[in-house]
């Protein structure tokens, strides 16, 4: 049981994307809905937090350019990133947590060119 992001892709610097990370049917009372990347050599790096009352939090280096969303009916998180530059690249992965479930996806590519 896991959550599929979808989206992957290559754009040059200052582009756009958007990511979109769907829970299956058993994936269930979601609590909070993340994403994380990791470039490569890198450790996997906090990106944004959308928390079941409302609270967003970002990463500072993404603050500002990037905006996360979810819709709980579809059991949907989408990230929208704007401004890209080539630091963003790496494998994004979307986390869904329920109290008692942590559920991770299996990434999917971001790749931002100079």
Partial sequence: VQPVESGRGSVEAGGSLRLSCVGSGFIYDINSMRWYRQAPGKQR???ALYLSHGGITYGASVKGRFNISRDDAERVTTLQMNNLRP????????KMNSVYNDWWGRGTRVTVSS
């Fill in 45 to 47: 790096e906090f990106v």
């Fill in 87 to 94: 630091e963003d690249t790496g494998t994004y992965y979307c």
